[in-house]
C-alpha cells in the first residue's frame, strides 16, 4: 500500500478563497482523522471518522470548516472562506480500528493564506 | 480526549550522550502509549510503543512507562544528529480510541 495520500502537497490561496484537502486513507483503514498542526498549538485534532461517519468534530475551529467522507477512500477538510489565522500544516491520518493499533500519517498538506 | 503533557524544548544534547524525553499524562486509565517521531517539515512516524509498566528496549530506544507516576519517558542512547527531531507522545487506547497528542519535544543533538 502506498501509505495516506494528501493532496495538494503545497497550498497558497488568498484570504476569502475556499480551498480543499484531500486524503486517501490506507485500504482496510476504518478510522480516519484530520489534524492541523502549528507551532503555537501542536497538533490538533480537527475531526474524525469511523467508517465513513463523523464522529466528534469538537475540533473544528469555526463554521467555515467542513469535511467530508463520502466512501472509504476519500476524505475531504474544506475552508471557507479562508484566512491568514487557518495558514497550517493539515495532516491526515488513519488506523484500522482495533486496540493500540498504529495510525498512519499522510505527508500533509502546507496551507498558506495570503 | 486522553491528554499529555510535553517539554517543546529545545532539549539539545551532544552526539554520544543520552537523550530523555519525557511525557505526563492525567488519565490514570491510560495503559499504553506511542512515541512518534517527526523530522522537520515531515509526518510523524512510529518508533516506539509500550503498553506496561517499566522498560521497553529497541535499539539504542528506550521506552520507560510509569503509571503510579503517570508518566512515559523515551531514551535515545548514543544519540545522533541524525536523532534530531521532535518526539510526540500519545496514548493508545481500546478499538475506538482517538490519537491524542502532546506538543511535542524537539531534540537536537549536535556534533
Known amino acids: 500500500d502506498a501509505g495516506v495520500i494528501q493532496s495538494p502537497r503545497h497550498e497558497v490561496t488568498e484570504m476569502g478563497q475556499e480551498v480543499t484537502l484531500r486524503c486517501k486513507p490506507i485500504?482496510?483503514?476504518?478510522?480516519l482523522f484530520w489534524y492541523r498542526q502549528t507551532m503555537m498549538r501542536g497538533l490538533e485534532l480537527l475531526i474524525y471518522f469511523n467508517n465513513n461517519v463523523p464522529i466528534d468534530d469538537s475540533g473544528m475551529p469555526e463554521d467555515r470548516f467542513s469535511a467530508k467522507m463520502p466512501n472509504a477512500s476519500f476524505s475531504t477538510l474544506k475552508i471557507q472562506p479562508s484566512e491568514p489565522r487557518d495558514s497550517a500544516v493539515y495532516f491526515c491520518?488513519?488506523?484500522?480500528?482495533?486496540?493500540?493499533?498504529?495510525?498512519?500519517f499522510g505527508q500533509g498538506t502546507r496551507l498558506t493564506v495570503v | 480526549q486522553k491528554e499529555v503533557e510535553q517539554n517543546s524544548g529545545p532539549l539539545s544534547v551532544p552526539e554520544g550522550a543520552i537523550a530523555s524525553l519525557n511525557c505526563t499524562y492525567s488519565?490514570?486509565?491510560?495503559?499504553?502509549f506511542f512515541w512518534y517521531r517527526q523530522y522537520s517539515g515531515k509526518s510523524p512516524e512510529l518508533i516506539m510503543f509500550i503498553y506496561s509498566n517499566g522498560d521497553k528496549e529497541d535499539g539504542r530506544f528506550t521506552a520507560q512507562l510509569n503509571k503510579a507516576s503517570q508518566y512515559v519517558s523515551l531514551l535515545i542512547r548514543d544519540s545522533q544528529p541524525s536523532d534530531s527531531a521532535t518526539y510526540l507522545c500519545?496514548?493508545?487506547?481500546?478499538?475506538?480510541?482517538?490519537?491524542?497528542f502532546g506538543r511535542g519535544t524537539s531534540l537536537i543533538v549536535h556534533p
Open positions: 491520518a488513519s488506523r484500522q480500528q482495533g486496540v493500540n493499533t498504529e495510525a498512519f
Open positions: 485500504s482496510g483503514h476504518n478510522s
Open positions: 500519545a496514548p493508545g487506547g481500546g478499538g475506538s480510541y482517538i490519537p491524542t
Open positions: 488519565d490514570r486509565g491510560s495503559q499504553s
